[in-house]
């Protein structure tokens, strides 16, 4: 097990209770290497991780955020990132902390609740072209993260095999994103071709090691390919994540079944 992280309790600055934390569980009870979503993350304050994974604090500082474009990537999601590459996470579903508001935090976090119609219908809505660019960019670096990683000195053998294989991973993202986000902007010809070679990659196919699932391809013929144009112009801004990539039932990839 390379990190366990927990649930908390919200609570304003005279600790009466505002919400649990997570309203669901974010996650299995554990997760083995490169089964979560790719943009999972904790907080910080809930993480406990294993000291093997102190030396890749060295590589912190090169990181940008997946959600900040143009910030410095935190620590906790730094340490989530490396340890779901190369590891197992457990989640407890318990509040163990209390995570305490402010009246004046510009930081942190709110109410949490889970996500309402709406919610979801403004997100489906969303113009989410440039946020697949950049997250494309996104796997681009954490490739070659887990890539450096792999060189590290000081890890045995069995870690450096998995940041191997984390590499690849990552790696393999970075076209289907890109290949997303000209579905969702490019010229009509453009989103079709596109469109094609996402559905031959396996884009969209729970078979795939990758993948955006079957309702992210209906999503994707409707409002890409049809209606790109009008999501360009109507949509929501984009939110800065995808909740739609999560691993499929590929056969794991060489060293990822190892325990840790």
């Known amino acids: 097990m390379m990190m366990v992280y927990h649930n908390a309790r919200l609570v304003d600055e005279n600790r009466r209770s505002i919400s649990t934390f997570y309203a669901t569980p974010p996650m299995p009870p554990v997760a083995r290497p490169l089964t979560l979503q790719p943009w999972s993350f904790s907080y910080g304050y809930m993480q406990t991780f294993r000291a093997d994974l102190k030396p890749a604090g060295a590589l912190w500082s090169r990181m940008r955020d997946h959600y900040n474009p143009g910030k410095e990537m935190g620590h906790d999601l730094f340490y989530f990132l490396v340890a779901?590459?190369?590891?197992?996470?457990?989640?407890?579903?318990?509040?163990?902390?209390?995570?305490?508001?402010?009246?004046?935090?510009?930081?942190?976090?709110?109410?949490?609740?889970?996500?309402?119609?709406?919610?979801?219908?403004?997100?489906r809505l969303e113009d989410r072209a440039d946020t697949y660019r950049y997250l494309a960019r996104m796997t681009v670096q954490d490739s070659n993260l887990f890539a450096d990683l792999a060189l590290t000195p000081s890890w045995p053998e069995a870690l450096r095999t998995r940041?191997?294989?984390?590499?690849?991973?990552?790696?393999?993202?970075?076209?289907?994103?890109?290949?997303?986000?000209?579905?969702?902007?490019?010229?009509?010809?453009?989103?079709?071709?596109?469109?094609v070679r996402l559905v031959r990659a396996g884009g969209y196919s729970e078979r795939s090691f990758w993948t955006f699932g079957p309702r992210a391809m209906q999503k994707d013929a409707v409002l890409g390919v049809l209606l790109a144009p009008l999501v360009r112009r109507f949509g929501h801004e984009s939110s800065r994540t995808d909740r739609a990539c999560h691993r499929g039932q590929a056969c794991p990839a060489p060293g990822e079944a190892v325990a840790a």
């Open 84 to 123: 779901s590459g190369v590891g197992s996470i457990a989640y407890i579903d318990e509040e163990l902390t209390e995570y305490r508001l402010h009246g004046g935090n510009t930081v942190g976090s709110g109410k949490r609740t889970q996500p309402t119609f709406l919610d979801r219908w403004r997100y």
């Open 163 to 195: 940041a191997r294989t984390a590499a690849r991973a990552w790696g393999a993202l970075e076209s289907l994103y890109a290949t997303r986000a000209e579905v969702c902007s490019a010229s009509l010809p453009r989103r079709i071709a596109a469109f």
